[in-house]
């Protein structure tokens, strides 16, 4: 019996160890920035530009764009390492990537029912079918986040998954976009992309409005110049490009975890640019996207850029305390956002000073 428990513990130890290795294993072998996307130029730069644009108060976007890039920086919510057994749970309900189990089955399904589809010159259709299968379960995890919207007062959290959608197309949840490097994360890639995008988080903001204050159509701020708002997109595309240009077409696909031969491009771009396989592309400059919207919004105050612990289900952790972000430049001189000092506990025993501990946007701005 005694011997029976202690080969239970050893193997159990065993075991915690083992996992222990892999994750450590892991960490050393992917780059911590590697699979985000968007980046904190789109997830918080231009999200609190456009809800300026859109008549939120300055404090209201600057609370939006904060909840919406502190799903990338989040504990329990980051896409490369949530604490958590199921981190591709984290990527799929929080960064649009869809099971890489539930993509496969989609595909298998689709082949199944009409074998031509396995022929190379139907892979569009193919793709268009796998496509069609994942909507509804991307619009599922969608749609959860903006009950979490509403509960919360902010539709930051919401937004950052919406707006991933448009990043991620064509990627799952087991590596995410980790071997296609930044690519995914930059505007540049695919500018019919990114304006779609656009006007889409400008309608949600609208949609935000409308269903949180209860305001009728006409009791809505006019609507935005959206020629004005594109010149500014287009800066974000021009000043924040990637070295790399892929056509469109590779992200139409859904097939990246499977198809070897994306990567093989991919890597023999790498090679002839001297970029070592470990090594991620430049990832888009946060400080060249304060610049475009500091320039875009004259008068109206440079915003603090808060990291709020969120839990895994995109609502508040209200136990801690938010943290401010700040620009530091990278070893490849570009200028990412880095969570300033420790994790603090709110609580009457804690010295820390909340901000704001709830996300909620207060009153109706009109
Ligand atoms: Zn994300």
Known sequence: MLKNLQLK???????????????????????????YAYDDDTHFWLSYYLACKVGYTPKQAMLIASANISVDYGLETNPLFPHTIHPSDVRARLHALPSTKAVKKCRKEAKDRNPELKL???KRALEEQVDICIKP?????????????????????????FQDRFAHRGFTSRLGHYRAGHLPDFLSNDPDKTRKMVLETIYKLRD???EHWHLSESALPPEPNIQEIMVVVDKFIERNSSIIKLSPE????????????????????????????????????????????????LGVPIPKIWAYDLNSDG??????????????????????????????????TSTCECFSISLDLGKSPV
């Open 9 to 35: 513990f050893i193997s159990k130890s065993l075991l915690k160890s083992l996992i222990l290795m892999i994750g450590l294993f892991y960490i050393l072998s992917v780059n911590s920035r590697n699979i």
């Open 250 to 297: 590779y992200y139409e696909d859904w097939d990246w975890d499977v198809s070897d031969l994306k990567y093989k491009e991919i890597k023999e771009l790498r090679r002839q640019l001297g970029d070592s396989l470990l090594r991620p592309w430049k990832a888009p400059d946060s400080f060249v996207a304060f610049r475009i919207v500091f320039e875009a919004l």
């Open 120 to 122: 190379q010159q139907n």
């Open 208 to 210: 935000f409005m409308r």
């Open 137 to 161: 379960m991307l619009d599922e995890e969608q749609s959860k986040l903006w009950i979490v919207a509403l509960n919360e007062g902010n539709p930051g959290v919401f937004l950052h998954f």
């Open 315 to 348: 609502s508040l952790n209200r136990q801690i305390c938010p943290r401010e972000l700040t620009n530091i430049t990278n070893e490849h001189g570009i200028s990412v956002l880095v969570p300033e000092g420790k994790r603090k506990r709110c609580g009457k």
